[in-house]
């Protein structure tokens, strides 16, 4: 075994002892993995943590439903979010190390744990960039339904305009994750559109959870300046008017009213400020990495 | 709930296929969630580039109770096998 990449045992040699074959791609195959003159290498770290850690506290949020979702269909469906959200968390985290290795938390001499398992498994939740919307904790099947739709709305338009990045790590982790966060958002659209137009129940359910979602929709397009200022980074102020036509598509079909925007100020999450419930989302997430610092996994 | 959700059969064609192929059932509130599930249960290994389904219900089966007038009949008709003629050793799919 190879731990260089997860595609090694898996690319090239006979792919006819799979049953249905593997063509699978490794999304940084080929890719110029050099910081583009012109980039501030520190600030592209920082602007990789912030959607890396979008992506890595949501995908652990969308495990914690693993066995616990109505139905074994929908299971599954969460469980597959978690894991393309992981990999691109995995490549982001891995790309802000390359990036700036003094962002790397120090570990005990000889440890294998890779810089982005690092970052992951070792920082405290001030450290963490993600939106509060990745992070405040699960509520009912309408509450990772509304979720997954104001996420991956705001997330797709990001990173469609991502795909023509300067950083070309960025640009093919983009495109990667175009494909699978269209898929999350149709997803999340149908089930909205479902729960909206159901039972009284189901409607009732939904109202409540986009009220309780609401006061963080706003965050995912404020910017940090590092957001605006990164020539490889796209500001999510820019993309607001495209995605918000997609969210009042889906609202109009589900004969739901917009709420009234509520507004982002002072600190946010991109600065590392945080709802408690990530500290404790961490403790247990940590806990095994940090007792066992030279564990191979 | 459950029993809200009736059942579906699966077909898959595989990158290689030029058939689909049966690969399970799976419940589903309509037809466009059937997909959706097909695609979420059954295409996670990268096995599959289209997807049927079709409700368990609209599946006439042949009858366990019906095997012998339906299939012994064909059980010595050898002569409708190729079985007479050499097939040169570098003809594929026979």
Not at chain 1, 164 to 173: F, H, I, R, T
Request: include cysteine; aromatic fraction near 8%.
């Amino acid at each position: 075994m190879n731990d260089e990449s997860v595609y090694d045992g898996l690319l090239g040699g006979d792919s006819s002892q799979w049953a249905f074959g593997t063509d699978f791609e490794d999304p940084l195959a080929g890719v110029d993995t050099t910081v583009p003159a012109g980039i501030d290498a520190t600030e592209l770290a920082v602007y990789c943590l912030m959607l890396g850690d979008d992506t890595l506290v949501l995908s652990q949020r969308l495990s914690e439903w693993c066995s616990r979702a109505p139905e074994l269909e929908e299971d599954i469906a969460l469980a597959n979010f978690a894991l393309d959200l992981l990999g691109q968390a995995r490549l982001l985290l891995a790309r802000a190390a390359a990036a700036d290795p003094s962002i790397v938390p120090p570990l005990p001499e000889g440890s294998p744990v890779p810089a982005e398992d690092a970052l992951a498994y070792f920082r405290e939740a001030g450290q963490f960039r993600n939106v509060r919307m990745a992070e405040v904790p699960n509520g009912d099947f309408a509450h990772v339904v509304v979720r997954l739709l104001l996420f991956s709305i705001a997330r797709l338009a990001v990173l469609q305009r991502l795909r023509g990045s300067a950083d070309a790590v960025l640009a093919a982790v983009a495109a990667k994750g175009v494909k699978e966060l269209a898929y999350h958002r149709d997803w999340a659209g149908r089930w909205f559109v479902t729960l909206a137009l159901g039972t009284d129940e189901s409607r009732r359910r939904l109202l409540t959870a986009l009220e309780q979602l609401w006061p963080l929709h706003d965050e995912l397009f404020t910017a940090h300046p590092i957001e605006k200022s990164l020539a490889a980074a796209v500001d999510p102020g820019e993309v607001r008017a495209e995605a918000d036509a997609v969210l009042d598509q889906v609202l109009a079909v589900a004969e739901v009213e917009r709420p009234e925007p509520i507004g982002t100020r002072g600190r946010t999450g991109r600065d590392g400020l945080h709802t408690e419930a990530l500290s404790l989302m961490l403790a247990e997430m940590q806990v095994v990495a940090r007792a066992h610092p030279m564990g191979l996994w | 709930m459950k029993r809200d959700w009736p059942l579906y059969e699966v077909f898959i064609r595989g990158k290689r296929g030029l058939n689909h192929v049966h690969v399970g059932s799976l419940h589903a509130p309509d037809d466009a969630f059937a997909v959706a599930h097909a695609r979420d249960v059954y295409t996670r290994r990268n096995e599959g580039v289209s997807i049927w389904v079709v409700r368990a219900d609209a599946i006439t089966a042949s009858s366990p109770d019906e095997k012998d007038p339906l299939f012994a009949p064909s059980g010595d008709k050898v002569y409708r096998h190729p079985t007479f003629y050499e097939i040169p050793a570098d003809v594929p799919h026979m």
